[in-house]
């Protein structure tokens, strides 16, 4: 069996696999993404879907796509923001798991992408990674083994070009964004594959991949040479400096003020305020989701 079919079976076979388990990507689980680190990431994403819909003519209906959207928290954290385009706000939850699908409450529930054309902003937070890849050794040979931990393999990643390529082609008028921990080809062939070819489980680093498929996840650094293969991206910018630029440092700020002003009551916004804070501080730090890529394709194109 190759590595391909090996991930796609371990991630998502619909009785055994670990998305099918309920638990990825919540506090509970195995890990936390940045809409789960608290509602500031999904105020955010609602100032950035603002500025797309202004760019875009302010189109209604506006539809969003969480590609790879778990439980849902992205869209119940972004409703809550109230950015300005809610009124034309369509949104569709994409999830491949039915576990993933049942916590859908908010917005249009589906496991496969929708049929275009849409105007509007497609997210993957965090998906590229998962969907399963093929593995090569330094001779060019497709592995379909367990290799030693020093080997050096090349990946390559089919399934996350043929989704970009997908996105892109149902989109009429908007931006595709894809957040994730990104390398290139060549880097990741020049480094043992534990580095870039991980598992998760309880929130630590898991053994390796072919270890009790089902009960950790997997993941695999993006090559983004291999998505700019498909199509150059308009931009590229760390998680960090994509926040900052949608406003995270003035949330903040409006959250401390908050803070300030009712603390001694033990008001209930002012402690929403001050977790401001603290969630920016995870959302910036730069070892961490601060770290992470993004890369945006804007249809039509700039250029």
Not at 1 to 25: I, K, P, T, V, W
Not at 147 to 166: F, G, I, S
Not at 263 to 283: F, K, N
Request: proline share 7%.
């Amino acid at each position: 069996m190759g590595f391909e079919e090996f991930m796609e079976r371990a991630l998502y076979d619909s009785e055994h696999g670990f998305y099918e388990s309920g638990r990825a990507g919540r506090r509970g689980g195995h890990f936390i993404t940045s809409p789960e680190v608290g509602p500031l990431f999904g105020a955010v994403v609602g100032r950035m879907l603002d500025h797309c819909w202004g760019e875009i003519g302010r189109p209604d209906p506006f539809t969003v796509v969480d590609a790879g959207a778990g439980p849902g928290t992205l869209v119940r954290t972004v409703a809550k923001a109230d950015p300005h385009c809610t009124p034309t706000l369509r949104w569709i939850n994409v999830e491949r798991s039915s576990a993933g699908r049942a916590a859908h409450t908010v917005g249009e529930s589906r496991a496969d992408m929708p049929r275009g054309p849409i105007n509007g902003v497609i997210v993957a937070n965090e998906l590229l990674d998962n969907l399963p890849l093929r593995l090569f050794d330094s001779d060019g040979h497709e592995l379909d083994d367990r290799p030693n931990p020093e080997t050096r393999l090349t990946p390559r990643q089919d399934q996350a070009c043929a989704w970009l390529a997908q996105a892109l082609s149902i989109l009429n008028q908007g931006t595709v964004v894809v957040i994730d921990y990104m390398s290139t080809t060549e880097d990741m062939a020049s480094r043992p594959w534990p580095d870039w070819l991980r598992t998760y489980r309880g929130h630590e680093r898991g053994d390796d991949p072919w270890t009790a498929p089902g009960t950790q996840d997997i993941t695999c650094e993006v090559a983004l040479d291999q998505l700019a293969a498909v199509c150059p991206p308009t931009r590229v910018v760390d998680q960090a400096t994509w926040l900052q630029e949608h406003g995270i440092e003035e949330l903040v700020a409006e959250g401390t003020a908050a803070w300030r002003a009712g603390a001694a009551q033990g008001d209930l916004v002012a402690l929403a305020g001050r977790s401001r804070a603290i969630e920016a501080e995870a959302l910036l730090d730069p070892a961490g989701l601060g770290g992470f890529t993004v890369a945006e394709w804007d249809v039509p194109t700039s250029a």
